[in-house]
């Protein structure tokens, strides 16, 4: 499968973006979907997960309660909205694609990436 993420950009703190991921090439429901961030000289870091259905979600710490993970099944998408933005979400931010069950947090249990998408947040 293909992953293709956008949305990113430049955000005021306090602020919302809303990034999307787009798979093709494969049964898009099939697939636990994750998004990753990585900011400069960190590793890449876990921010939240979805599965199949959308049934069940899980954030790392640092985003719960200020972003929100969905997909629609229909149109091959999922979603990272993203609230009350803080300089320190600045990063990278990668879809990933898991043929795996369950709620997955590991970066090794995802089997496709997206290239990524920059979001900003300025203080």
């Known amino acids: 499968v293909q992953l293709q993420a956008f949305g990113g950009g430049l955000a005021q703190a306090g602020g919302s973006l809303r990034l999307s991921c787009a798979a093709s090439g494969g049964t898009f429901s099939k697939y636990v979907m994750g998004w990753f961030r990585q900011a400069p000289g960190n590793e890449r870091e876990f921010v939240a997960t979805?599965?199949?259905?959308?049934?069940?979600?899980y954030y790392a710490d640092s985003v719960k309660g200020r972003f929100t993970v969905s997909r629609d099944n229909a149109q091959n998408t999922v979603y990272l909205q993203m609230n009350s933005l803080k300089p320190e979400d600045t990063a990278v931010y990668y879809c990933a694609a898991s043929m795996y069950s369950g709620a997955l947090s590991s970066q090794w249990s995802y089997h496709f990436w997206g290239q990524g998408t920059q979001v900003t947040v300025s203080s």
């Open positions: 979805i599965t199949w259905t959308g049934g069940n979600t």
